[in-house]
Each structure stands twice: as C-alpha cells, then as structure tokens.
C-alpha cells in the first residue's frame, strides 16, 4: 500500500497550471459548502501544542480533525515569528497528513504552509461576505507579512476592491508588500494606521505582535460599519483588536473553544459573542441585520479548514495527476510478524 507524497516542486506545479484565481476561488467555494451544510463538520478539537523557542515566544501545535468512517486529517504547524529576519523562513511553516479512518493507514503527506495561507484567507472571505457592506472598495491592512497576502486575493475574489492601505511597523515589508500583490487589480498605498481606520470598510489584522503587546489596532476612529477579521492572536495573551472594540461590536469566531482561549475572545465572556461562523453560514439570514455596525471575525484558524484545504489540493493533484506514491510504512506480507519482508 503507498503513501500519496505532495512536494513543495508538485504543490508550486499545482498552482502554476491551475493558477492562483482558480485555487482560491475553489478554496472559498469548498469552505462555504462544508460550512453551510450541517451535519458534515466532523470533530474539530481545539489545537494543542507547547511553547519554544528564544523566551517561549514561539509554538509547535498540532491540529486534528476526524471525519468519522471516511478519514483524519492531522496539521503540525509551527509559528516561530523570528523566522523572516533571522531564517529568512516563513513565520507558519506546517505540515499535513492525512489518515484512513478505518485501518489507521497513512495516506497522504504534503506542505502546510501555502493550504495554511490560502484557506486563511478564504475563511475571512466568506466571513466578511456574511458581515461585510457588499460594495466594500477599501481594505484596510495591519501588517504586510505572507498572511497579507492571501487575505487580500481571498477579498478581491468576493468584493470590488479597488484600494488597499497598508500598514506594518517594519517600513520595509510595507514598501514591499505592492509587489507581492500586483497581480491584483488594486491600488496599494502604504498608510497610518489613522488613515486604514478612516478609510477602510474592511480591515485585515496579520500581525506577529508579542504576547502582551497588543493590541495594534487603535480603535479610535473606525468607520461605522467596518467588518474587521481579527487574524494573528493564536497565543494565550496575545490579541490585535482593543477589548472597548469587541464589546461594541458584533463578535463571531470560527472556533469557539479556540478563541475563547487563544483568539480576541480570550478578552471576552463566552455570552459575548454572537453564533458562530459555521452557524451564520447556515443561516445567511441573521447577518443581514448586522451590516450596519461593526463587526468582527475572530480567526483562529481550525483544522476542519485544514482538511478541506487538503482535500482541495489532493483533488487537484489527482485531477493533474501529480505527486509521489511511496511505500512509507512498513506493511509486512504477514501481519503478526513484523520481520516478514517480500
């Protein structure tokens, strides 16, 4: 029996065929189904993990989720935010593997980084579609890093966007980030955060502050109706959006279990926040009456988004006919004894 190996070389092929419009577009459409169909979640519990690196200041977590009878998906991600400058690796780097439900059997392996990115951005879009004004031309960004990214091609999918203000204490990644998004159809300025609050009908946070250092977003000047997607707080006391912020707005996150220990909600009581993103997927309707004010989507990011993120690319990879199958695991011609070899 062989193992399905995705390489960086075949995921980098994946996006060259298929581009990246069609990976995303697909991502969102795949997320949005899982999510608005009741009943095909599966089990999703909270990630768990250990601190390290230099002053505990970064993670290595896994993330499971089950889909009972079918398979388990299984992400380890690391968050190490020194890597950029010091590495020059990315700050989330992961892997994902995948697993038959029935036998245990391994039957899949591949990069976590770019599924990680990508549904990341894909679960902001469909939130802020939910919550969002649905002209929203303006996007607001609070750090230029990787994550930025994604979250702006995942938005300019779903919304008519025509201008993006960006914003990152490094000034470099600021003067950099128009390059690394000009395959999109929008105007880049680097701007205060004054300006990103003034302006913005959306706001992205997608930052590495340091627990404790938040938040990074003032607050003082929002537009009205604003729908913020609340992005890098994935660490016990660590958060971007000011509590005075979450208490005046309407509150949905993706995991609630992990954002009431991890998330923006870690500021909040449970009896806070309004239903969760899979349950306004279900019923569209509720989110209607919410345009108006502000809104927030607290992101920490959850393994079923994982598993359908890997179900995309493993799809795809089949459809192309890319990948490696190995015989990874010792599988022995007679099953109770483990030296037996062909």
């Not at 996006?15 to 999510?35: C, K, P, S, T, Y």
Request: overall charge negative; glycine content about 8%; proline content about 6%.
């Amino acid at each position: 029996m062989e193992t399905l190996i995705l390489t960086r070389q075949h995921v980098a092929k994946l996006v060259q065929e298929n581009g990246r419009d069609h990976f995303m577009d697909r991502m969102i459409a795949r997320l949005e189904e899982v999510f608005t169909t009741p009943g095909r979640e599966g089990v999703t519990p909270s990630r768990e993990g250990f601190l390290r690196g230099p002053d505990d200041t970064a993670i290595l977590e896994w993330m499971p989720h089950h889909q009972p009878g079918n398979s388990i998906t299984i992400k380890t991600v690391g968050y190490t935010p020194t890597n950029p400058e010091t590495f020059q690796l990315p700050t989330i780097i992961g892997s994902l593997t995948r697993y038959d439900d029935v036998t245990g059997r391994l039957l899949a392996v591949g990069d976590g980084i770019l599924p990680t990115a990508i549904r990341t951005g894909a679960a902001a879009a469909i939130a802020s579609k939910l919550l969002a004004w649905p002209d929203s031309k303006v996007l607001g960004l609070v750090g230029a890093g990787a994550q930025a990214v994604t979250q702006a091609h995942a938005l300019s999918r779903v919304f008519p966007i025509e201008q993006i203000l960006v914003y990152d204490i490094d000034a470099v990644h600021a003067a950099s980030y128009a390059s690394r998004v000009d395959f999109l159809d929008a105007e880049v300025r680097v701007a205060t955060l004054a300006e990103i609050e003034a302006q913005s009908d959306i706001i992205c946070t997608v930052t590495s502050v340091g627990v404790g250092e938040g938040p990074v977003l003032p607050g003082e000047n929002l537009r009205p109706h604003v729908h913020i997607n609340a992005i890098g707080a994935d660490l016990i006391g660590k958060f971007e959006v000011p509590k005075a912020v979450l208490t005046s707005s309407f509150v949905t996150a993706d995991h609630v279990g992990q954002a009431l220990r991890e998330g923006e909600c870690q500021q909040l009581e449970e009896s806070d926040l309004g239903p969760d993103l899979l349950t306004l997927c279900a019923n569209p309707e509720l989110t209607e009456p919410l345009r108006e004010q502000t809104t927030v989507f607290d992101s920490t990011g959850f393994a079923l988004e994982d598993h359908v993120a890997f179900d995309v690319f493993l799809e795809l990879a089949e459809e192309a006919g890319i990948g490696d199958r190995v015989e990874l695991e010792h599988l022995p011609e007679d099953a109770l004894n483990p030296y037996s070899f062909e």
